[in-house]
Each structure stands twice: as C-alpha cells, then as structure tokens.
C-alpha cells in the first residue's frame, strides 16, 4: 500500500512557476509508476504527466510539454511536477497517482491507477 500527500500548490500569476510535491509513504515506491493528473471545475480529470519507477522515462501531456517537468527522488519517496510557463487554463487540482506498471498505452488513464492523493489546488491568475 502507498499513501500520497500532494504539496506546493497555490496562487500564482500567468508566466509564473510552481513546484509541487508528492510525498509517498511505505516502502515500495520506487516500485511505482507514478503520474500526475489534474481536474479543474467542471470537466474531467486529465493526464499531465507520468514518470517509471527509477525516473529514465516520462511522458507529458501534449498541453504540458515543454512547459512541465515530472521527476522522482526514491530515496525521499517523493515525485515531482515543476510547472514553468503557467496559464490560467493550468488552473486545477493537481492529483499525484501511482501504479505498479509502466505502460506507454494507457499511462494517460486514470483508471489505471490503484492510488491517489487528496490534490492540491493551482490557481493562476492573469
């Protein structure tokens, strides 16, 4: 079992940075895959970015690509999403997520994923 704790969201204004942080209990996480996902009022939760247990692969999101950055430090059981270039439609919660598969064809589903934190909230203004 993991438990996630997402950190590091807040307010930022359009251009800005933010780093937000998922912390990960139990033993085994550098056994996961681990993703981020986020939901913003009204629409459904989306894939943002994914990385594999030791951090050699990731894949983005096309809206998260060049702008988003997704590493891991297993031995601080801690994966990372740092946010450069923020735009209002960036604004949601941002959810960490872990599985115990790397899959290039269905890392971007949610429903692949067996654990999830509680989110954190991003908010960008204008």
């Known amino acids: 079992q993991v438990q996630l704790v997402e950190s590091g969201g807040g307010l930022v204004q359009a251009g800005g940075s933010l780093r937000l942080s998922c912390a990960a209990s139990g033993r085994t996480f550098s056994r996961y895959t681990m993703g981020w996902f986020r939901q913003a009022p009204g629409k459904e939760r989306e894939f943002v970015a994914v990385?594999?247990?030791?951090?050699?692969?990731?894949d983005y999101a096309d809206s998260a690509k060049g702008r988003f950055t997704i590493s891991r430090d297993n031995a601080k059981s801690t994966v990372y999403l740092q946010m450069n270039s923020l735009k209002q439609e960036d604004t949601a919660v941002y959810y960490c997520?872990?599985?115990?598969?790397?899959?290039?064809?269905?890392?971007?589903?949610?429903?692949?994923?067996?654990?999830w934190g509680q989110g954190t909230q991003v908010t960008v203004s204008s």
């Open positions: 990385v594999n247990w030791n951090g050699g692969s990731t």
């Open positions: 997520a872990g599985r115990l598969y790397w899959s290039a064809y269905d890392n971007g589903s949610s429903k692949q994923y067996d654990y």
